[in-house]
């Protein structure tokens, strides 16, 4: 998939991170999180979701999140062996590039995300066939996103976007929300 724009590759790496969403709540729960608090990823998450819709205007304030972001990131312990960690992984990877493409428009990190995600996927295949569905359902939100908001170039991003957003229910790896 080819975003040739940084608003619509943060959108892109939003809807990543948001699908996702509960599997960062799931590793919040788990024994091996030693308790994680997960809010600075949630007061990111909810500030970069009101950037793009235009609520909030400025940078700085979303730049003051994203650096405790990034520090809580760098902190956080997650297991290199764990496919439930590396999908957390990718969820803050998301995030991260979401807010990254705000403040860095030559940034496109969509290959290295869409190539992660089909990795985590390809190994829940390996360890139980039923997921094969999963596949097809990445390929259709990749190209409902490019058919309806690949080209979104300004922000606010449409209305239209987020409530596409609200129907994704089911993480891309096949956890409910």
Same mark, same amino acid.
């Given at each position: 998939?080819? =975003?040739?724009? $940084?608003?619509? &590759?943060? !959108? ?5 991170? &948001?699908?996702? %969403? +509960? ?15 997960? *809010?600075?990823? @949630?007061? =990111? ?7 793009? &819709?235009?609520?909030?205007? /400025? &940078? ?9 972001? $990034? ?19 990718? @969820? ?12 860095? +428009?030559? /940034? ?20 139980? *066939?039923?997921? !094969?569905? =999963? ?7 990749? %190209? #409902?996103?490019?058919? %309806?908001?690949?080209?979104?170039? %300004?922000? +606010? ?9 609200? #129907? ?10």
């Amino acid at each position: 998939m080819k =975003l040739d724009n $940084s608003v619509a &590759r943060s !959108a892109w790496y939003l809807a990543i991170a &948001r699908i996702n %969403q +509960p599997h960062v709540a799931l590793f919040a729960e788990g024994d091996d999180s030693n308790g994680a608090d997960i *809010s600075t990823f @949630t007061k =990111l998450m909810n500030k970069q979701t009101a950037f793009l &819709r235009g609520e909030l205007k /400025s &940078r700085d304030n979303l730049m003051r999140f994203f650096n405790d972001f $990034s520090e809580w990131r760098n902190e956080l312990e997650l297991d290199d062996d764990s496919l439930g960690d590396a999908i957390v992984d990718l @969820t803050l990877s998301a995030l991260y590039a979401s807010v990254e493409s705000v403040f860095d +428009p030559e /940034s496109d990190d969509v290959e290295l995300l869409n190539d992660f995600v089909v990795r985590c996927q390809d190994e829940m295949v390996e360890l139980d *066939s039923d997921y !094969a569905g =999963l596949k097809d359902y990445f390929g259709d939100i990749q %190209q #409902e996103f490019a058919d %309806q908001f690949g080209a979104v170039r %300004q922000i +606010p991003v449409g209305k239209a976007y987020f409530d596409w957003l609200k #129907e994704l229910d089911v993480s891309l790896f096949g956890l409910e929300a």
